[in-house]
């Protein structure tokens, strides 16, 4: 089964009236392509009905697939559909209702009277139960309690499954179900004209491009109790979230259930795993502000250009980071490879010790070696052996108790020998020495093996070499490692506008300055720059070098939101695999990744700027991940602001900067163009996303180039 790129999820009323406070009304929740929006309050079932239409249509027009989800049952206990339609399958009791159910556009409804038609076909008092006056419609009682004989069971199996305490039977006082799905089937009988639409669990939806389905708001009640603003909005919003976020494989293994009749709750039984990834929704509460409700509106005007739209969620940094981090795993193959020269490579393997370090005790100075329980306190004399041992040059032979021997620094420390006095605590004439004691035992030398045993873990796997880890290797006997292959990046520039750096007088000519900077941080992380040059403007010849590339990994810039020209995102769109991220970052914002025949893409903004930050905030940990090398956050330092600044909550800020006497000073431009101030600074300062009041010399966070592996 295709995963689904837009969930939306419905929190259905059968309230009557239009309700125009937002707690009372009909709550969706909508996650496309990853993007969570803001959930819309609707104040009646005919808006929303309408709504649901119109977005599952456009939806299924853009070759989006969709999943529509209602908080009410889709089915009855088992044998109801057939005592009222003649045949047990559920979609057609969705029409027969549909055929009887009334609901005026200001909500107004007979639902009380097609109940009581119904009560009216089984014998004894009920199923239905509940209503508003206990003297009107006395085919309907009061009580639950007061229902006899009707022979229905009082729940289906998903709901003693599942634990749900509601009954579809109950049509008045909390929860209404059963009033709900009267007044809910009617409207999913309507949306099953809609091309391509399958209802789960009743229909085979592996192929369908639109599907409904049931859920239950309970499963993840841990994840909305306590939680601010409307209850109803943060069940839809984060039930959403929680269905966009699973993997395929879960939800097809969720949607397997065998449920001809009475119908089944999405994720029953799995309520820990959706309530763990409703927990991460995004707060539905947080900006921007409440989605706008004219669409043909003119925004409102703003000196901004990284204003909110309304009703777009934005995904908070930390957010994305954590999504790549989780998503992405190595891709790149093995190797072995001589040590010597594996500078930046990444080890595929734990490289372990062949031989201890040191191999064998030896002396720690230039000095005199002899028996420590010859001496004593006070002054010392010894007289020395002939010959000397020296590094690669041992003594041969013992020294005898009660006499010294000349030794260097690095020497095995000869037999007879377990202290050495520094030699300018010596006296000597040749022939003897003179030192005060006490010498401590064991004094100036090393044990073999004090510093790294044979056989030890000298550095883990997914490390990357350094220059010291070389000589680590080598002492201790390492002279090939098993690393990962380098990363081939595939580095794109796209745009008609671009140009070869050069003197073309056109100034709608563009130079290409991405392409440069791209190449050289792939190789400045470690690993293999591919240029695949400059793509214009054009689907088919994007298309084209997207399929050449033979690279692990491609890094386009430009092309990367959802405008006309914009073809990265576009073609990622096409293969279903497009995230277009609207990262809640300045500078940066859109980010397209994707997979492009089983490769991933990076598609990061045009703007110099832009390209750079979202490269290394985001490119630089992902690589690595796919390099073998982990997840790489940069280093940061607290320092004094060398500035003064005032941000609104909304969006992460990188400010070019560098350290200047010890207080982080900013580039003069936040301007988005200026590539100057980029070359100019020596790192960021990170902002927080929330809102932040900066007086010179309050601490901020500083993020040094050199921390990015720069
Ligand atoms: P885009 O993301 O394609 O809408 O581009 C945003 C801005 O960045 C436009 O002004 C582009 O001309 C500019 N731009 C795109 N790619 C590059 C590049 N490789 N070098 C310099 N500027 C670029
Ligand atoms: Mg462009």
């Known amino acids: 089964m295709r995963g689904f790129d837009t969930i939306l999820v419905v929190d259905w009323s059968a309230a009557e009236g239009v309700r125009r406070a937002e707690r009372d009304s009909i709550w969706i929740g909508a996650v496309r392509d990853g993007m969570a929006e803001k959930p819309r309050p609707m104040p009646t079932r005919r808006e929303a009905e309408t709504w649901l239409a119109d977005r599952i249509g456009s939806e299924i027009a853009a070759g989006r697939r969709v999943m529509a989800a209602f908080d009410f049952p889709f089915g009855y206990p088992a044998g109801f559909a057939e005592a009222v339609t003649g045949a047990s399958d559920p979609l057609r009791l969705w029409d027969w209702l549909a055929e009887r159910i009334e609901d005026d556009a200001r909500g107004r409804n007979n639902r009380f009277e097609v109940a009581a038609d119904l009560n009216r076909l089984f014998p004894g008092t009920g199923p239905f139960w509940g209503k508003p006056h206990r003297d009107r419609f006395p085919d309907i009682p009061y009580h639950g309690r007061s229902r006899d004989g009707h022979g229905m069971a009082e729940k289906r199996a998903c709901e003693v499954a ?3 305490s509601s009954s579809v039977w109950q049509l008045f006082f909390n929860p209404t179900v059963g009033s709900q799905a009267l007044m809910g089937l009617p409207m999913l009988s309507r949306l099953r004209r809609i091309e391509g639409l399958a209802v789960w669990p009743f229909e085979p939806v592996d192929d369908a491009p639109a599907v ?32 966009s976020r699973l993997s ?5 293994d969720m949607m397997d259930v065998d449920a001809p009749e009475e119908g089944w709750i999405l994720g029953a039984g799995h309520g820990p795993r959706l309530t763990e990834l409703a927990m991460t929704a995004p707060d539905p509460m947080a900006d921007p502000p409440p989605a706008a409700r004219a669409p043909l509106e003119p925004p409102p005007l703003s000196n901004d250009c990284f204003a909110l739209p309304p009703g777009v969620h934005w995904t908070p940094v930390d957010e994305a980071l954590d999504l790549l981090r989780a998503r992405l795993s190595p891709v790149a193959g093995r190797e072995t490879v001589p040590a010597v020269g594996a500078d930046g490579r990444i080890l595929a393997a734990d490289a372990v010790a062949r031989r201890a370090n040191p191999p064998g005790a030896n002396s720690a100075v230039d000095g005199y070696g002899f028996a420590h329980e010859a001496t004593g306190a006070g002054p010392q004399h010894l007289p020395l052996i002939a010959g000397r041992a020296a590094a690669g040059a041992p003594l041969a032979g013992a020294v005898p108790r009660g006499q010294a021997v000349r030794i260097l620094t690095g020497a095995l420390i000869p037999e007879g020998v377990d202290t050495v006095v520094l030699e300018e605590d010596t006296r000597t004439d040749g022939t003897a020495i003179a030192f005060n004691g006490p010498v401590k035992r064991g004094a100036n030398t090393r044990r073999a093996g004090e510093d790294v045993d044979a056989g030890a873990v000298l550095l883990p796997a997914g490390h990357a070499l350094r220059p010291a880890d070389l ?18 990046v595939g580095v794109l520039s796209t745009g008609d506008e671009l140009g070869a750096p050069g003197v073309d007088p056109d100034p709608a000519v563009t130079y290409d300055a991405n392409r440069p900077m791209l190449l050289a941080l792939a190789a400045r992380w470690g690993h293999e720059p591919v240029d695949l040059g400059h793509c214009a403007d054009d689907r088919d010849a994007l298309r084209a070098v997207l399929d050449g590339a033979g690279t692990d990994v491609i890094v386009t810039s430009g092309g990367a939101s959802a405008g006309d020209e914009d073809h990265v995102s576009a073609l990622l769109g096409e293969t279903g695999s497009l995230a277009a991220w609207r990262i809640a970052l300045k500078p ?15 598609g990061v903004p045009g703007n110099p700027v832009a390209a750079f930050t979202c490269a290394l905030i985001f490119a630089r940990p992902a690589l690595s991940l796919l390099a073998g090398g982990g997840w790489r956050a940069p280093l940061a330092m607290t320092v004094p602001a060398g500035f003064a600044k005032r941000k609104k909550a909304g969006r992460r800020e990188f400010l070019r900067a560098r350290l200047r006497d010890g207080r982080a000073e900013v580039f003069a431009s936040e301007g988005s163009g200026r590539i100057s101030g980029l070359a100019w600074a020596e790192g960021f300062v990170e902002l927080p996303d929330g809102p932040a009041e ?4 309050d601490p901020v966070r500083f993020l040094p180039y050199a921390g990015f592996g720069l």
Do not use: Y
């Not at 993840?220 to 929680?242: F, H, S, T």
């Not at 990744?593 to 893409?601: D, T, Y």
């Not at 900066?694 to 010399?697: D, H, L, T």
């Open 212 to 243: 409904l389905a049931e859920i239950w708001p309970g499963l993840i009640e841990q994840a909305v109790r306590g939680r601010e603003g409307i209850r109803d909005m943060q069940q839809v919003a984060r039930l959403a979230w929680a269905f």
């Open 162 to 164: 599942s634990g749900a």
């Open 694 to 697: 900066i007086a010179p010399g």
């Open 588 to 602: 940066g914002r859109p980010l397209a990744l994707g997979i492009w025949k089983g490769r991933p893409v990076f």
């Open 471 to 488: 000589a680590l290797l080598a002492a201790t006997g390492v002279a090939e490692v098993e690393v990962f292959r380098r990363l081939r």
């Open 248 to 252: 395929t494989a879960e939800l097809t």
